[in-house]
């Protein structure tokens, strides 16, 4: 098994968790070498070559002198922290189209219609999808990026309650593909997660798999590809669910009184934003994991801008070699809205990057926020809000101010940075426009104006959920601790309880090796891989130690946990949990922050049989391997009757060796 993509077969980890064993479905010796793991957890910054010093005095000075501005680098001690000069995979006279940004991004699929029949009998809502590799230049720099039908973000998808998704993903990329359904519960369906190598086995080049799965939760959700970091290069959309009995809607009018004033709305904006990269995924990724001891081990590369809904602000002086800078024209400088005077509109944030959590604000405008990730929320008051990587957040603004131009903010927060460039663009920015101003105006205004006493300091942990469900006694405790190092030959990984997850073997999955070997009447091969069997519905604490000295936004997929309580250092089984407890309505999320040197504990009712991952969200976290499987009662998952198409795609997966290309 190979853990980490980009490592060999030689630095796979020394596995000492407990661990499922059983014969390879491959028939073939696993080879595994000891790791050579830090005593204690480290990403310590390195003293950078003294040239690379005298450049960016010279660079600081200039941009300085010659802009006035001088440079934000914080810690700016990487060794590879400059994109400038940095070689990327891209390809001289290559010969895929370039997308202008007029075509790339489509505004209308972010406003969400009030004509939408929430009440409707459930239906079949059915979409061709295909993946392509293109030329395109969201933030100004000519950059490889995959798309869906040709757009970035991919296309909305809005349904209801008892609806039934068909997606038939055609795969027309150069590796195999998946795509995952975030936050979604799959009861019944796990094949259809989308999770490369755990719940299926890929899309190989060149063939399709139709994605088909009922709708059973709603709320604020997306979708994206879930292989290597392939979201990170455009496979990502917004996934908007509704039920009949969802709290907070639109009204039909400015007279309608069939919901609250305070729970109504009169226009509903989808708002995505993620972090981007000059270089392709698979050039950052491999910058990281393989830094040697000593070299900027764990210095996750920085990235070089943000967008919103597509549309972004990038420096051209961070260009790689063989990319250019494009003029996007006025029409491609911002993301805009147009709104009403005195209307209320729903804004869902949903943060689609690979490291930066964002700061999410509009100009004038308090917000107040309604929804975290897919619970609702009572009404909280907020002059901006922080929205980690794979996390969403809804809240509604009031357009009761000066008819006028005012900016939408989202700022990339230095928390998850282990390093600033020189050429970062931080602050992103779209423009919210009253009707009747003009579409060529833009905000006057640079600095964030006060809000007065609306709080500036917005705690979502404080937040409850506004269906009040207290969980059930716990049956069942599972401890892991999360942390990272370098193995044998130098590559970096993540581990959880001393395992670095890699795919183990090319066309199978844990579904499939869990039916092979029941059928066999075989305990279950997992390839090495960290999984922890619930054989019976139980109520599961899981307790999660971060050893690193920074935050992981953990994802659990099928579920939507109960969040129990968090604090510093340790988890100390007996003790812990006296001081730091919600056992009351605790906040249900489906991704949640453990932060630096801390544990927190969630809590889950085992009912939903699958092979479920649960990992860092962190694109480059994930590819170092941490990530683990709950594989929640394996005697239904042998039962699951599997698509003839998710058969042939392991089939010729496996007989073309295909890895996720990471």
């Known amino acids: 098994m190979t853990h980490a993509p980009g490592a060999s077969s030689s630095s796979t980890p020394s596995v ?3 661990l499922v064993g059983g014969p390879d479905p491959r028939a073939i010796e696993k080879q595994q070498a000891n790791v050579q793991q830090s005593s204690k957890p480290k990403r310590k910054l390195t003293v950078i070559l003294a040239s690379l010093v005298i450049l960016l005095v010279i660079l600081g000075l200039a941009l300085g002198l010659g802009l006035g501005l001088g440079l934000r680098n914080r810690k700016s001690t990487s060794k590879y922290a400059p994109a400038t000069g940095a070689v990327s995979s891209w390809t001289v006279g290559s010969k895929l189209p370039f997308v202008p940004i007029e075509e790339l991004v489509d505004p209308s699929q972010f406003i969400l219609s009030p004509t939408f029949d929430t009440h409707a009998e459930p239906q079949t809502r059915e979409y061709t999808w295909d993946l392509t590799e293109v030329i395109a230049a969201p933030g100004g720099v000519t950059r490889r990026m995959l798309v869906v039908n040709g757009k970035f973000p991919g296309p909305t998808i809005e349904a209801n309650l008892g609806d039934q998704i068909v997606v038939h ?3 027309q990329l150069s590796n195999l593909s998946t795509i995952h359904w975030h936050g979604q519960y799959q009861n019944g369906s796990n094949y259809m997660d989308g999770s490369y190598s755990i719940t299926d086995c890929g899309i190989a080049p060149g063939s399709s798999f139709t994605y088909n799965w009922t709708v059973q939760n709603t709320g604020t959700y997306w979708w994206h590809a879930h292989a290597g970091a392939q979201y990170n290069d455009g496979l990502i959309g917004a996934l908007i669910l509704h039920g009949p009995n969802d709290t907070y809607g639109f009204r039909s009018s400015p007279t309608d009184t069939s919901r609250p004033a305070n729970v109504s709305y009169d226009g509903d904006f989808i708002m995505i934003v993620n972090d981007m990269y000059h270089l392709f995924s698979t050039d950052w990724l491999s910058l990281f994991l393989n830094l040697q001891v000593g070299g900027g081990e764990g210095d996750e590369p920085t990235p070089d801008y943000g967008v919103i809904n597509g549309i972004g602000q990038a420096n051209c002086g961070g260009t790689p070699d063989r990319q250019s800078c494009v003029n996007k024209g006025n029409a491609g400088l911002y993301h805009n809205l147009t709104v009403q005077s005195n209307q209320r509109y729903r804004m869902r944030v949903i943060n ?3 490291l930066a959590s964002f700061d999410f604000s509009v100009d004038g405008h308090p917000l107040s926020v309604i929804e975290v990730d897919s619970t609702p929320v009572a009404p909280t008051p907020a002059a901006s809000v922080s929205v980690l990587v794979a996390q969403r957040t809804s809240f509604i603004i009031e357009t009761n101010q000066t008819a006028g131009a005012y900016w939408i903010r989202a700022t990339i927060s230095e928390d998850m940075l282990a390093y600033d460039t020189p050429t970062i663009v931080k602050d992103q920015r779209a423009v919210m426009r009253y009707t009747g101003v ?16 609306v709080p500036s300091d917005f705690n979502a942990s404080a937040l409850a959920p506004l269906d009040p469900i207290n969980p059930p006694n716990p049956t069942m405790q599972k401890i892991v601790y999360m942390n990272f190092g370098n193995s044998a ?6 581990f959880f309880n001393n395992t670095a ?3 183990p073997y090319a066309g199978y999955s844990t579904v499939t090796n869990v039916q092979n070997a029941t059928l066999a009447g075989k305990a279950v091969d997992y390839g ?11 109520v599961l604490d899981i307790v999660i130690n971060n050893q690193d000295d920074g935050g992981h936004p953990m994802h659990l997929h099928g579920y939507a946990p109960f969040l129990l309580g968090t604090g510093e250092g340790s988890f100390i089984p007996g003790k812990s949990m006296d001081t730091m407890q919600t056992f009351v309505n605790p906040m249900r999320r489906d991704t949640f922050v453990v932060p630096a040197y801390s544990w927190l504990v969630i809590r889950v ?7 479920w991952p649960f990992h860092c969200h962190l694109s480059s976290h994930m590819a170092a391997g941490l990530m683990m499987q709950f594989t929640m009662l394996p005697s239904k998952i042998a039962q699951f009757d599997l698509p003839a198409d998710y058969r042939q795609q392991c089939a010729a997966i496996k007989a073309k060796g295909l890895s996720d290309g990471a």
Do not use: M, Q
Not at 489 to 494: E, R
């Open 528 to 538: 090495g891989a960290f999984v922890v069997n619930v054989d019976n519905v139980e």
């Open 501 to 503: 997850f890699g795919a």
């Open 605 to 611: 009712v085992a009912d939903n049989p699958g092979a």
């Open 169 to 171: 993903v055609n795969n």
């Open 16 to 18: 000492t968790g407990t």
């Open 489 to 494: 030959n130098g590559a970096y990984h993540a």
């Open 352 to 354: 689609a990057g690979a």
């Open 438 to 453: 003009a579409e060529t105006t833009l905000p006057s205004n640079e600095d964030i104006p006060s809000l007065g006493n």
